[in-house]
């Protein structure tokens, strides 16, 4: 199963957006899934988490401004941004993750991502 980002744009800050991620070649009902984003000239970062029970794990930095959430019916995985900021530009991934102990494993090609830019 892969996952694929969709749904980006330009936004002013204080604005919203919401980006969809679907699965190719299964479903995602036996997975949990991830948003990452990279910002240019940095590392990838994690955004949010959802498992297959649909509790979810945000970074600090999007707390209460992003939601991550999951449609098992439609095969389909969001994130909500509300709230965005100069520093949320970046490009946002999507990607199947599993857990083992207290370690998370990615999951699959990271795919092209979608571009997210917010002015100031």
């Known amino acids: 199963v892969q996952a694929g980002a969709s749904g980006g744009g330009l936004v002013q800050a204080g604005g919203s957006l919401r980006h969809s991620c679907a699965a190719s070649?299964?479903?995602?009902?036996?997975?949990?899934v991830g948003w990452f984003r990279q910002a240019p000239g940095s590392q990838r970062e994690l955004v949010a988490t959802i498992t297959i029970g649909g509790n979810t794990y945000d970074a600090d930095s999007v707390k209460s401004r992003f939601t991550i959430s999951r449609d098992n019916a439609k095969n389909m995985v969001y994130l909500q941004m509300n709230s965005l900021k100069p520093e949320d530009t970046a490009v946002y991934y999507c990607?199947?993750?599993?857990?083992?102990?207290?370690?998370?494993?990615?999951?699959?090609?990271w795919g092209q991502g979608t571009q997210v830019t917010v002015s100031s």
């Open positions: 990607i199947l993750r599993f857990q083992a102990g207290s370690v998370w494993f990615n999951i699959g090609s």
């Open positions: 070649g299964g479903t995602f009902s036996g997975n949990a």
